[in-house]
């Protein structure tokens, strides 16, 4: 049983353009939502999480929108750039509870 | 310089042979994590320790050790690695305040294949 669903497998944006990649979770108990970014050859990096007790948290041009009652978030990226061509992981986790479980992945490719 | 370190790096063995994979940190933090990375699969939680002596399982713990004797180390043992092992290992650590993940460093991986 997958407990987060992540969406779309792939995605192409033109440069300058807006990626949004979605996820969807099932265990209400989580209440904490990171994404993370990985180049390839790296580890992953996490880039900008969420509790539920908000809807929207932004830092630069990423930003999470959460919406608890659809148990979806997802990660927009504004004006992307080369540059963020990476694949990009949600995740879900009981905050202080250290158990967390993925999602499957996207990889972003921004074109020039 | 804040990391996560892990060796080896790349590591080919064959069925049944005892490894293990170290992890360390010189942050300070309480919270560790081992993870696996497969094609298609994401990240899949093994182990995680919220502090020394506090380990607990992931997601998919069959197969794998741990160990938290200090609060640096992390290591991933493999009793007796089988095929369906191979795969990409990254160790993690964070410092969490007010149940916020302030923090989280990932190591570089280590690539193992079982034989």
């Known amino acids: 049983q997958q407990q987060v669903k992540q969406s779309p497998q792939s995605l192409i944006v033109q440069k300058g353009g807006i990626s949004i990649i979605n996820c969807a979770y099932e265990?209400?108990?989580?209440?904490?939502f990171p994404w993370y970014q990985q180049f390839p050859g790296k580890g992953p990096a996490l880039l900008i999480a969420?509790?539920?007790?908000?809807s929207e948290k932004k830092e630069g041009r990423f930003t999470i929108s959460f919406n608890k009652s659809a148990k979806q978030f997802s990660l927009h990226i504004m004006d992307s750039q080369p540059g963020d061509s990476a694949t990009y992981f949600c995740?879900?986790?009981?905050?202080?509870?250290?158990?967390?479980?993925f999602g499957d992945g996207t990889t972003l490719t921004v074109k020039p | 310089e804040a990391q996560v370190t892990q060796n080896p790096r790349y590591l080919i063995t064959v069925t049944g042979k005892k490894l293990t994979v170290t992890c360390s940190q010189n942050m300070n933090h309480e919270y560790m994590s081992w993870y696996r990375q497969d094609p298609g699969l994401g990240l899949r939680q093994i182990y995680y320790s919220m502090n020394v002596e506090v380990t607990d399982k992931g997601d998919v713990p069959e197969g794998y050790k741990v160990s938290r004797k200090e609060k640096r180390n992390f290591p991933l043992i493999l009793e007796s690695p089988s095929p369906n092992q191979t795969s990409l290992y990254f160790c993690?650590?964070?410092?969490?305040?007010?149940?916020?993940?302030?923090?989280?460093?990932f190591g570089p991986g280590t690539r193992l294949l079982v034989l």
């Open positions: 969420i509790r539920p007790d908000v």
């Open positions: 995740a879900a986790s009981k905050a202080n509870a250290g158990k967390s479980t």
């Open positions: 993690a650590s964070s410092l969490w305040a007010s149940g916020d993940q302030e923090t989280q460093y």
């Open positions: 265990n209400t108990a989580f209440d904490y």
